[in-house]
DNA sequence: TAGATTGTTAATCGATTAACAATC
DNA sequence: TAGATTGTTAATCGATTAACAATC
């Protein structure tokens, strides 16, 4: 358990470190990497990909660069992609079942994948009680609290209307979540312990399109 | 056309102040929000907010603050979100359909939502010639310029598999698109002319994953 | 006028990049 | 040994926050 604060643009960039060399393959590829290269890859500055890694170790050799295997077990490990993760999602809707299909099956397919959902919650009653690819129950949002507590749930993807959010975020946090990665069109307010990261289309869009004209 | 080079985390900023300023409503709420007030609802310092505000103009009264309806429009002028943007979607899988229905929605019921589907594409012959939502087409991958010209298309949104999306980003830059959002587990490499944003679910959960036990 | 809040300058903070001795 | 590349320090760059005169 490090108790490591390191910047969050770098936690972002070692994420995508690690996805590359995952990218690279077990075997038939070459053995090191220099920050020079996994800077190409990740489009950064290769003293930027030594001083990220440096935060955490000493992960290269002089003159050769890094091991991939290597490197990428130490970011698996750094990042907790090393075990699996429950996660939940909270708005049985059609963006909710997407994602929550989606990560289903990267979770089935790939082996190294490391968020598994194990539950679903709706406020819908007609949702209640059916499941997602006949795995994964939806809850009603009562539920909350006990299903995290015994699923062991640590983090939530939030999927319901804007208005709905809020609320949902309370819940979840009053039930024990770690993290919340939210895409409903609202700023969330949580306790700062409480990890929230944005996924927000419209907001990204919107973003995009000041550009447009320029 | 403004010729203004505003930092990209500023334009995100603006965003999020004019989606608030929507929020607040035409008729009934306060005709004028402060700086502090706009803040403490963006999550941001007061300073900040007057700061990014004042890169585009003066849009404030000193002792008053600025008047909701005016700096909204103005907001909607500097972001582009006082007209109409059309964008297309490529990969009409799960993920690619829920998000081109929950554009559809948004754009079908808010008066002042921008982006306008116009079109889909995806390889599967199974799904060329459907449509989605009954109204907005999909077609093959090779109809791309055609269709970015004929119905003018600005934006993009890509939700493939992470093996075809640089392709598929190539395809869309050769057809003259001006900004992607990209939903594909990968990094695009686009010219610097074209604006990219990532939406990478599996990376956000990564990224949060790294705070679990700490 | 007195109080409030802007727009802007100056101070602070943090992140990126350049440079290089250490060393494989 | 000669060449390459790391880890790290120093220099640069950019973004955030504090402070305040201007003024509604």
Same mark, same amino acid.
Do not use: W
């Given at each position: 358990?490090?108790?490591?604060?390191?910047?969050?643009?770098?936690?972002?960039?070692?994420?995508?470190?690690?996805?590359?060399?995952?990218?690279?393959?077990?075997?038939?590829?070459?053995?090191? @990497?220099?920050?020079?290269?996994?800077?190409?890859?990740?489009?950064?500055?290769?003293?930027?990909?030594?001083?990220?890694?440096?935060?955490?170790?000493?992960?290269?050799?002089?003159?050769?660069?890094?091991?991939?295997?290597?490197?990428?077990?130490?970011?698996?490990?750094?990042?907790?992609?090393?075990?699996?993760?429950?996660?939940?999602?909270?708005?049985?809707?059609?963006?909710?079942?997407?994602?929550?299909?989606?990560?289903?099956?990267?979770?089935?397919?790939? &082996?190294?994948?490391?968020?598994?959902?194990?539950?679903?919650?709706?406020?819908?009653?007609?949702?209640?009680? &059916?499941?997602?690819?006949?795995?994964?129950?939806?809850?009603?949002?009562?539920?909350?609290?006990?299903?995290?507590?015994?699923?062991? @749930?640590?983090?939530?993807?939030?999927?319901?209307? =804007?208005?709905?959010?809020?609320?949902?975020?309370?819940?979840?946090?009053?039930?024990? @979540?770690? =993290? @919340?990665?939210?895409?409903?069109?609202?700023?969330?307010?949580?306790?700062?312990?409480?990890?929230?990261?944005?996924?927000?289309?419209?907001?990204?869009?919107?973003?995009?399109?000041?550009?447009?004209?320029?």
């Amino acid at each position: 358990m490090r108790k490591l604060k390191a910047p969050e643009v770098v936690v972002r960039r070692l994420a995508l470190y690690l996805r590359l060399l995952q990218g690279l393959g077990d075997e038939g590829g070459e053995r090191f @990497i220099s920050s020079k290269e996994l800077g190409e890859k990740a489009g950064v500055n290769s003293a930027q990909v030594r001083k990220d890694l440096a935060l955490f170790g000493e992960f290269g050799k002089q003159g050769v660069g890094y091991e991939v295997g290597y490197l990428r077990e130490e970011l698996r490990s750094i990042l907790n992609a090393n075990r699996t993760v429950n996660i939940c999602l909270v708005g049985a809707g059609e963006l909710g079942t997407a994602v929550s299909r989606y990560n289903l099956r990267r979770f089935a397919r790939e &082996k190294n994948y490391p968020f598994r959902l194990v539950a679903c919650f709706d406020t819908d009653p007609a949702k209640v009680g &059916k499941k997602i690819d006949k795995v994964v129950e939806i809850y009603p949002l009562g539920d909350i609290p006990v299903r995290i507590r015994d699923l062991g @749930i640590e983090m939530a993807i939030i999927t319901v209307p =804007a208005e709905a959010a809020q609320d949902v975020a309370d819940k979840l946090v009053a039930g024990g @979540i770690k =993290a @919340i990665l939210n895409f409903a069109p609202v700023k969330l307010f949580v306790p700062s312990h409480i990890r929230l990261q944005v996924a927000d289309v419209s907001l990204e869009l919107q973003q995009l399109a000041y550009y447009l004209d320029r």
